[in-house]
């Protein structure tokens, strides 16, 4: 009885699409092919409290990412091609700003900051269908979204905020992770 089947089939889904639109969660649409995987932030770390697990991605190949904060503080998360680079520009930036009377706050906020993430950012995110440079979850909160490679090489995703490790990043206590992808 195979329309029985598929009529089964249809009627659970739009059950599963009522109760999502009634309990107000967001639906998304999986990307062909896409590879699911969780993660989870603590201080300072993915999926624990140092550096975070090797990716492994081919090109093309899209992975949909859930961040779970598990930590006290705000993380992110951030794709760069240079890490070492990335968090050397941020620290003489601090510094400069430092040296010209800017506050811990200020710095935080700046644009020339901004401007470093901007500049580094390798691969951009889709979260809730916009691209984004980088995606932020406060503690307890989490977000999905999807990032695709284009070229093989190594990457990282990085955490490069301030909170509770100013003047140093949270990258800097560790918290990133290499992704390796293959052509
Ligand atoms: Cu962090």
Redesign the pocket.
């Given at each position: 009885m195979r329309t029985l089947g598929l009529s089964r089939v249809a009627l659970v889904a739009m059950v599963v699409v009522a109760i999502v639109a009634v309990s107000g969660l967001s639906v998304f649409i999986l990307a062909p092919g896409a590879r699911t995987l969780r993660l989870e932030?603590f201080?300072?770390g993915f999926d624990g409290h140092f550096g975070g697990p090797t990716l492994r991605v081919k090109v093309g190949e899209t992975l949909r990412i859930t961040l779970v904060n598990r930590?006290g503080?705000?993380?992110?998360f951030m794709v760069v091609r240079d890490v070492n680079e990335f968090l050397e520009q941020i620290q003489l930036k601090v510094r400069e700003l430092q040296a010209k009377g800017l506050k811990e706050e200020q710095i935080k906020t700046s644009e020339e900051i901004e401007e470093i993430h901007e500049n580094f950012v390798a691969v951009k995110l889709m979260v809730g269908g916009k691209e984004s440079m980088e995606v932020e979850v406060d503690r307890g909160e989490t977000a999905q979204f999807e990032v695709t490679f284009r070229a093989p090489g190594t990457f990282y995703y990085v955490?490069?905020?301030f909170?509770a490790t100013f003047p140093s990043?949270?990258?800097d206590r560790g918290?990133y992770g290499t992704i390796i992808v293959e052509a």
């Open positions: 932030a201080e300072f930590g503080i705000e993380h992110e955490c490069a905020e909170e990043t949270h990258a918290m």
